[in-house]
């Protein structure tokens, strides 16, 4: 048996706690042996604390979203989506004064092994930038020092690649060739927006240098029970069915 590392790169729970428990026994059966978590742990869903303690028992290297850092300190959220607001407002409740100091801890940029994981952009991390076309993608390559970037931030899986040219587009399997550079985006677990409600991860083989979508349907009716009992906003709830 080889002992190479086979990564789960997850992003974007957003406190889905459902979504979380569902992917983490995909990536099981599917032989991950190692995690890395590309932030916004926390927000929107209604297990926020209890999807912290899950990816902390992973022991794994995890950066900040934007979620995770305004939950984590008591900001103010003057020019946030009023939706993302009242979710944000409602999470920092859920946390203790512990849980948001490892929130606040966490860095903006990480590198795993051979790879490097972000939440936003890798130009200006800090800006919570959103990467859907080429120039922002080209802008990340230029602070890409490894031949895999992972990030995530937009909910919406999708590959860019930089060769003698820059492609992009949706995927669901990649080899890596050494020679190219890849910014990929592995989609939400807990909030995907790209029309296809199942949660969204990568698993990624090391070894045989491979790169694989996997989308995993889960129990989206329990998820929207909990938020409509939290008292969290109803569109929390109902986008969950939709995917988007
Ligand atoms: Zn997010």
Redesign the pocket.
Known sequence: MSSAPIYGIL??I?GNLEGLETVLKDAHEHGVTHYACL??IV??NANPSECLETIRGLQCVCVC???DHYCSFDDDLTGFHPLAADAVDWTRRQLSAEQQKFLADLKLVQRVEKFTIV?STLDMPEMWGYVFESLEAEASFTYQMTTVCFY????VPLAFEKGSELTAGTYERIKVNLEKKYFINVG?I??PRDGDPRASYVIYDFEAKEIKLRRVPYDVAAAQEKIRKSGLPERLAARLVIGR
Do not use: L, P
């Open positions: 992003s974007d957003h932030g916004d927000g929107y979203g934007n979620h939440h995530g931030h937009t909910h939400s807990g909030q």
